[in-house]
């Protein structure tokens, strides 16, 4: 069975200080894409990253990172020099290939999200 | 290409009443999904459409729930017999045959007194 799991719930942080959000994955495909996304108080789920099961290399965005390895089955992320609008609930999430239907992405399988609130 | 809209925001409605949202997804976006959130959760998969076709659905789509996707454009949700349990937020993402990427409609949140 597919699963997404975020063992942290909440996280609360003084601004600049950096932040971890952990994210572990279970799945038995071989190809497979693993996403984060921020979900502010507005509710919007807002689209921060993509990576595929065959690329390992981490990347780096302004002021976020991230760190996959398959070796351990996590994508985790890490918010450097945190600021206060950084707060709002993250979600890791992982969607597999519809091997019927072309390949094409199927849905997506969430975690339950961590709740970061950064405090000025 | 202002992304995906959703309508209504909001819908309050009394238990055993049926409701019906929409989705409008970016006008070259062949792939639509239906999800559901409730409070403290992740989204859940309710299902998906491949241009105007049906593909999947969830076991969370009860048959008091049906989506449709006439002409492969905008979707409608509709829930009938609505229970207080159907509470919640109804996601909307649309993606395309090339990009691996779910973009997310603002939602609607739907309460059921």
């Known amino acids: 069975a597919q699963k997404v799991t975020q063992a942290q719930t909440e996280i609360s942080v003084v601004e600049k200080e950096d932040v971890t959000l952990d994210c572990v994955y279970e799945?038995?495909?071989?190809?497979?894409?693993l996403f984060w996304y921020k979900q502010p108080p507005s509710g919007e789920l807002v689209f921060l990253i993509r990576?595929?099961?065959?690329?390992?290399q981490n990347e780096i965005s302004g002021r976020y990172s991230w760190n996959f390895q398959k070796s351990t089955s996590s994508f985790n992320f890490t918010i450097t020099a945190s600021q206060v609008v950084d707060s709002a609930v993250y979600f890791c999430a992982l969607s597999l290939k519809l091997q019927n239907y072309g390949g094409s992405q199927g849905n997506l399988i969430f975690g339950k999200g961590t709740k970061l609130s950064v405090k000025p | 290409d202002t992304g995906v809209s959703q309508d209504p925001r909001h819908k309050i409605t009394k238990r055993g009443q049926n409701v019906t949202f929409r989705c409008d997804p970016i006008?070259?976006?062949?792939?639509l999904y239906w999800y559901r959130q409730t409070l403290g959760q992740g989204p859940e998969f309710l299902t998906y459409f491949q241009n105007e076709a049906q593909l999947e659905k969830s076991r969370l789509l009860s048959d008091r729930f049906s989506a449709e996707r006439p002409k492969g454009s905008f979707s409608t949700l509709e829930i009938q017999r609505t229970e207080q349990g159907d509470s919640a937020m109804y996601l909307c993402a649309d993606g395309t045959d090339f990009k691996e990427t779910q973009y997310f409609g603002p939602g609607t949140r739907l309460l059921v007194l």
């Open positions: 006008s070259e976006h062949n792939r």
């Open positions: 990576r595929n099961s065959f690329d390992e």
């Open positions: 799945t038995r495909d071989t190809t497979y894409y």
